[in-house]
């Protein structure tokens, strides 16, 4: 059964840095483009970060671009996000999640993580 | 692309049939997605490419549209329904979501 589980979250003073993980199993993770979704408390979702299955592409949500990294390492079925100087209008829920189809598909949501909580305050 | 969702919110009773409509600002071919999220929960896939129903979603769900406008419709609201429903599209690299549509219990 495919499962993401991500961590790393937690509090940060704004200007900080964090690096969330997100564990995949159950699935060839090597074959998927992974993504970043987040949510701010009581607000929609907003798509943050795309990687292409073989990492060779990577695409970012305007608000984030420069500051934000998303990277894998396939060898760990791990995906990651590097926030660097991070804004209070940062603070959401992130998940983690797979498309629907492997290779270059990066369309549909299939699989989510349970997400994982941070909070940008000083 | 910025998608609207529209009504924001919405009132309804089981048995009831619902529509909620996305519109983009732009044509998205049919590279449009539907999702549920109950409250402290994940987002879960309800119809993808417009008008497709995810493996294992009741054929109570049903997408359909095309270009920049498209429907979700629940032909008989159930009790589980009750959750928000946000649109996804793909067309552009730069993934957008719809800001969601709260479905209540009257």
């Known amino acids: 059964q495919a499962q993401l589980v991500e961590s790393g979250g937690g509090v940060v003073q704004p200007g900080r840095s964090l690096t969330l993980s997100c564990a995949a199993s159950g699935f060839i993770f090597s074959s998927h483009a992974m993504h970043w979704v987040r949510q701010a408390p009581g607000k929609g979702l907003e798509w943050v970060a795309v990687i292409w299955y073989d990492g060779s592409n990577k695409y970012y949500e305007d608000s984030v671009k420069g500051r934000f990294t998303i990277s894998r390492d396939n060898a760990k079925n791990t995906l990651y996000l590097q926030m660097n100087s991070l804004r209070v209008d940062d603070t959401a829920v992130y998940y983690c999640?797979?498309?629907?189809?492997?290779?270059?598909?990066?369309?549909?949501?299939?699989?989510w993580g349970q997400g994982t909580m941070v909070t940008v305050s000083s | 692309i910025q998608m609207t969702q529209s009504p924001s919110s919405l009132s309804a009773s089981v048995g009831d049939r619902v529509t909620i409509t996305c519109q983009a600002t732009?044509?998205?071919?049919?590279?449009l997605n539907w999702y549920q999220q109950k409250s402290g929960k994940a987002p879960r896939l309800l119809i993808y490419d417009a008008s497709n129903l995810e493996p294992g979603v009741p054929s109570r769900f049903s997408g359909s549209g095309s270009g920049t406008d498209f429907t979700l419709t629940i032909s008989s609201l159930q009790p589980e329904d009750f959750a928000t429903y946000y649109c996804?599209?793909?067309?552009?690299?730069?993934?957008?979501f719809g800001g969601g549509t709260k479905v209540e219990i009257k």
């Open positions: 999640a797979r498309g629907r189809l492997a290779g270059d598909y990066v369309g549909a949501f299939e699989i």
């Open positions: 732009q044509d998205i071919n049919n590279y």
């Open positions: 996804q599209q793909y067309d552009d690299l730069m993934l957008t």
